[in-house]
């Protein structure tokens, strides 16, 4: 039997999103995810031509059916005996997630026949028959995938295309359909009044001898109309000098236009005074039509009384503005001037005694306070004696990507921070942005801790602080704390990031008098550094280089073993290890080759230096008319263990030595009506030159530790996947709006074979099954799919079980695994029969149920559990509960502490209840019921103020026999200081808020 060949369709090309036909008069509906099916005996592909263009203008993508076609979507079945296939990438943005559909268009040809079912009606299917059902053009939106299954699949060049007698047929009738009148073009700028319709042709090009005389600049005119009803009172005066001076009384509006894209400048007042020259501002003969009162050229004006002064974006507030019409200048008494971030949610008020316009974007202002209060006397502002201030909005907004965010800058001299009328802080210069609040201050923290005692920990924007201006892409943040029972610390961070590259810095220095409480036991508890100074240093760099290298650099200090622990034990415990290295890598389609040189640069760290190791690997090779599937791995290093010379217990040589190993898989995929069988084999060959491959199966030392060795492995993998739908399922009670159901199950199995002791691997078999259910959610005018549930289960048996462990250490997924840890130990992968189970449940928007389980089949005991809700409860709770158990753990630790425990059982609760609109609380807690004992809580009040937060903070870790009670303040809108994470309602953690 001829084996059948499986293709998946997914056409997710880096093409610039829509490229759909033009002026396509067809309706596109369809249920979310709806997949296309297409079947055929032979299917041809038709690449794109020698300009790397797509085939044509009608899609991205052509495809062929011959002997025999049937295209499913939905309910609706189309068969032919061949067909021609359009596939055009669409693109679409729903609630900030950007997603990719497909326009099809199948061109059926002989024996047409269309089945459509009872929910066929949940894609609209745009038909045209042609020639008596002998042919048939069909036209949809495609919303979940394109999967097509052939005996046969070949490729062609998109210049045999038109070769084709049914390709011809095909654009006959789909140029008719695209044909039709065509829709007008949009100008990228609005039609001014009054311009002509016609554009004007470019000049000729000037002779670079002949020096033409620029032309003058058109002036608009000023425009003068009434607010209210009665008219204000105009009277003018002429002088000598043929000047004129028209005195304005009664609330008026005045404007002008500055350019044709629609720019204005506009004033609003009480009186005013206009300069000008005789006759050129007059008041206007009739104003029925535009209601305008007066109108020409004038120099200056001078405005008193409620004056409201706008241009662009920024709108001003003012008692007196002498405004300069001739060179764009101002000077302004009182002012009041407004912007608004819309990230952040923030308004920002800039008040300034007198103000100067000086130019089009640079202002100068004397005596200013900054605050995002509203309110005369703000609770937080900051005041300078002089501020000069560039406005590029303008520029930015002239240019194709907008307005800048950073369209705002400004320096600030004689700086005070103040609360109320009391001034916090002083600082002669500060640079800012406007894009953030402009404090130069980013957070305080003042608390008292039982280990460091009464504290205060601030940061500071570093730029600021400085008077210079952050560069785009770079965040700088000043770190100066001081904590009574340890000492004063200080540090800088440095993020960065560019369009090719990006990184970070990373500095803390600490004068510390006091001892580390690392655990409850007492080996853990007093341990003394040995170093009155402690710090540590962090670099770390990545950098996009051409022919798609990338490098990377990394380098990382600490004074002792323990500052990291002690100091930064959130990073300590999940964050990246500490390493010194240099790694090149190039990954391109299928193959990648890397080179990593790794040192250690500290005594007090136990490290493999890699000095250096070279890889190379591909993935997913074909060959034998893609019959076969090759895969390699393959590591050369030259490597040398450092040991920490505190530790005790032997240590092996640091002496270098060279450790390599190669493995090579080949796959063999058949398609088997869905289910994809994949047998494979593999062999993997290593060395070791010094101490060689000496731990067995069991963990215990070989018999005879080899140099060199191999093993080999057969197996097959096997996949499907399939679904059902039904989209009149509906309930309020579980918010359901239609049901889908993907099933996908998966099997594998291997047997090893291998040349001596210290090779040998545990055959096995694993079997699992992934589930989702999916519904669509919202208002019917914009509905969402979600997965509404989520269950993955996961099974796997082995030959020689381990009797005295549980769930494995880690899962081996590197192919690097087997050969590198059985040099000095066998414990790797998994190493029981086990169950594994991943549960997720949205009940709704607010309410979600998650757990997960390890089931040891061997003791028939579940090894592991995890289950937690989260809920929202509108308008003012929320919380979340959770269990965690895990009977693996043992803990038995002699005199003097006397403690034997097995197993870990958990509870964890942490929730916000808004009190009242001023007042909220936040709780959390985690309480070991084996032990009897709490292990942290947290409890935090946090008051709202205008515009500002402050918060006091009770901490107890009774995991390391801490407490601490923190204040906290920071301003609103700054998701920096944002409250509710871990590192803002404890103390410590120096520079490691993010």
């Given amino acids: 039997m001829q084996n059948r060949l499986w293709l998946t369709v997914l056409i997710t090309v880096a093409m610039a999103a829509g490229q759909c036909v033009a002026a396509q008069n067809v309706i596109e509906e369809a249920f979310a995810g709806q997949d296309l099916h297409l079947t055929a005996g032979t299917m041809t592909i038709y690449q794109p031509g020698p300009d790397n263009q797509p085939p044509d203008e009608y899609g991205d ?220 501002f007059k008041e206007t003969e009739d104003s029925a039509t535009d209601n305008r009162v007066a109108s020409g050229q004038v120099g200056s004006v001078y405005f008193a009384g409620n004056v409201v002064m706008t241009e662009g974006t920024r709108t001003m507030r003012a008692n007196e503005v002498f405004y300069d019409f001739e060179n764009g200048r101002a000077l302004v008494v009182n002012a009041e001037m407004r912007h608004f971030d819309p990230k952040r949610a923030v308004p920002v008020y800039l008040r300034a005694e007198k103000l100067r316009k000086v130019s089009e974007s640079v202002f100068e202002a004397d005596r200013i306070t900054l605050t995002t209060s509203e309110f005369y006397i703000p609770q937080v502002a900051m005041t300078a004696s002089k501020m000069v201030l560039t406005d590029t909005t303008n520029i930015d907004a002239r240019s194709e990507e907008g307005v800048d965010k950073s369209s705002y800058e400004a320096v600030l001299r004689d700086v005070r921070l103040k609360s109320n009328d009391r001034t916090v802080f002083y600082w002669p210069k500060i640079r800012t942005n406007f894009e953030r609040p402009d404090l130069p201050i980013r957070q305080i923290r003042i608390g008292n801790d039982s280990e460091f005692g009464t504290s205060v920990e601030t940061r500071w924007y570093l730029a600021r602080l400085l008077g210079r201006e952050e560069p785009p892409g770079v965040d700088s943040t000043l770190a100066v704390d001081y904590f009574g029972k ?103 389609e299928n193959w990648a080759v890397s080179l990593l040189n790794k040192f250690r640069i500290t005594d007090h760290r136990t490290l493999t230096e890699e000095l250096p190791t070279v890889e190379f690997h591909l993935k997913g090779a074909s060959f034998w008319d893609h019959r076969l599937t090759y895969y390699s791995d393959n590591q050369v290093s030259r490597m040398r263990n450092r040991f920490d010379p505190d530790d005790e217990g032997p240590t092996d040589s640091e002496q270098f030595f060279t450790f390599a190993f190669t493995r090579h898989e080949v796959d063999m995929p058949i398609l088997w009506d ?233 509870i964890v609760t942490a929730a916000t209840y808004a009190l009242n609109p001023r007042y909220s609380l936040v709780f959390s807690q985690e309480y070991n019921t084996d032990y009897g004992k709490n292990v942290s809580s947290d409890i935090s009040l946090m008051r709202r103020y205008h515009r500002m937060y402050c918060a006091i903070t009770f901490s107890v870790d009774e995991s390391r026999d801490r407490s601490s009670v923190t204040f906290s303040i920071w301003p609103q809108g700054v998701k920096e200081m944002a409250f509710g994470s871990r590192e803002y309602t404890g103390l410590v953690g120096a520079m490691s808020e993010d």
């Fill in 61 to 280: 993508h052509i495809l062929l059916f011959e002997d025999g076609f049937s295209g499913t979507i939905g309910d609706n079945h189309l068969t032919s005996d061949s067909a021609v296939v359009w596939i055009t990438l669409k693109s679409a943005e729903h609630l900030g997630v950007a997603h990719l559909d497909y326009h099809a268009q199948l061109y059926l040809e002989k024996n047409v026949s269309v089945q459509k079912g009872d929910a066929a009606k949940t894609t609209y299917l745009n038909q045209m028959v042609v020639e008596r059902g002998e042919a048939l053009l069909a036209s949809f939106l495609v919303t979940g995938e394109v999967f097509a299954t052939v005996q046969t699949r070949t490729e062609e060049s998109a210049t045999e295309l038109k070769k084709l007698a049914i390709y011809k047929n095909a654009l006959a009738v789909l140029g008719t359909v695209s044909s039709g009148p065509s829709e007008p073009a949009i100008a990228k700028e609005a039609v001014v009044p009054g311009s002509a319709d016609k554009p004007e042709p470019l000049p000729a090009p000037t002779p670079a001898s002949v020096q033409r005389e620029p032309e003058p600049e058109f002036k608009y005119p000023v425009n003068l109309s009434a607010v209210w009803q009665t008219p204000p009172v105009i009277e003018q005066t002429l002088s000598d000098d043929s000047s004129k001076t028209t005195t304005i009384i009664g609330r008026f509006y005045l404007w002008q236009k500055k350019d044709e894209k629609g720019g204005l400048i506009e004033f609003q007042a009480d009186s005013a005074v206009v300069f000008s020259q005789s006759e050129q």
């Fill in 674 to 906: 869905t289910v994809r069988v994949t047998p494979f084999v593999a062999g993997t060959f290593a060395i070791d030159d010094q101490d060689g491959f000496r731990t067995g199966l069991d963990n215990t030392p070989a018999a005879s530790p080899e140099d060199t060795g191999w093993f080999s492995e057969v197996g097959v993998r096997m996949a499907t996947m399939f679904h059902g739908e039904n989209q009149f399922v509906k309930s309020r009670l579980w918010d359901l709006n239609g049901i889908r159901h993907i099933i996908r199950p998966h099997f594998e199995m291997v047997a090893f074979d291998d040349s001596d002791q210290p090779f040998q691997m545990r055959d096995m078999m694993n079997f699992g099954v992934s589930q989702r259910w999916q519904t669509r959610r919202g208002p019917q005018e914009n509905l969402r799919s979600i997965d509404w549930m989520r269950l993955d289960i996961d099974s796997t048996w082995l030959s020689d079980d381990i009797n005295n462990n549980r769930p494995a250490k880690f899962i081996w997924n590197d192919s690097s695994i087997p050969t590198a840890l059985r040099r000095t130990s066998g414990l790797f992968g998994t190493m029981r029969d086990s169950v594994n189970a991943d549960y997720t449940w949205r009940l709704s928007d607010t309410t979600t149920i998650l757990s997960d389980m390890n089931y040891d089949i061997e003791d028939n005991r579940i090894q592991q559990y995890n289950i937690g809700v989260t809920k929202f409860i509108y308008p003012d709770i929320s919380y979340y509960i959770a269990s965690r158990y895990l009977r693996p753990v043992v803990i038995d630790v002699g005199e003097p502490d006397n403690i034997h425990e097995e197993g870990s059982h958990s």
């Fill in 486 to 588: 340890r000492g004063a610390g200080a540090g800088v961070t440095v993020r960065y990031q560019k369009p090719n590259y990006y990184g970070n810095v990373l500095g803390y220095i600490l004068s510390d008098r006091g001892t580390d409480d690392l655990g409850r036991t007492s080996d853990r508890k007093n341990q003394d550094s040995g170093e009155d100074i402690r710090g540590r240093f962090r670099y770390q760099h990545r950098h996009f280089l051409p022919y798609d290298w990338q490098a990377t650099v990394e380098t990382s200090y600490a004074s002792d073993k323990n500052f990291l622990e002690w100091f930064y034990r959130s990073e300590f415990d999940t964050g990246k290890a500490q390493e010194t290295l240099l790694h090149l890598k190039r990954l391109k």
